[in-house]
Nanobody, 125 residues
């Protein structure tokens, strides 16, 4: 069982930055690939970024490349999403998820994994 707790959301003006954190319980954090998803009101959930357990491989969706960076600290059982140059269209609830599937770059790999409760990010123009 893995419990995930996101933090770091908030309100920011366009062009600003936020860093989301997702703290995981358990002793086997490095065996989990971690992903960040987001869901805006009235829209489907979107797969934003992911990182393999070792931290050496990452994935980001095209709309956030060059602006968002995913990283992890396995010693702290934490994954991060650094979000720069934020846009109003980045407004959403952001969720982290964990999977032991090696297919870290596929959204479907997280469907049967563990999920956090989400943190709200609001970007105003």
């Amino acid at each position: 069982q893995v419990q995930l707790v996101e933090s770091g959301g908030g309100s920011v003006q366009a062009g600003g930055s936020l860093r989301l954190s997702c703290a995981a319980s358990g002793r086997t954090f490095s065996t989990y690939s971690m992903g960040w998803f987001r869901q805006a009101p009235g829209k489907e959930r979107e797969f934003v970024a992911a990182i393999a357990g070792s931290g050496t491989r990452t994935y980001r969706t095209d709309s956030v490349k060059g602006r968002f960076t995913i990283s992890r600290d396995n010693a702290k059982n934490t994954v991060y999403l650094q979000m720069n140059s934020l846009k109003p269209e980045d407004t959403a609830v952001y969720y982290c998820a964990a999977t032991q599937s090696p297919l870290y770059g596929l959204a479907s790999a997280y469907e049967n994994g563990y999920w956090g409760q989400g943190t709200q990010v609001t970007v105003s123009s």
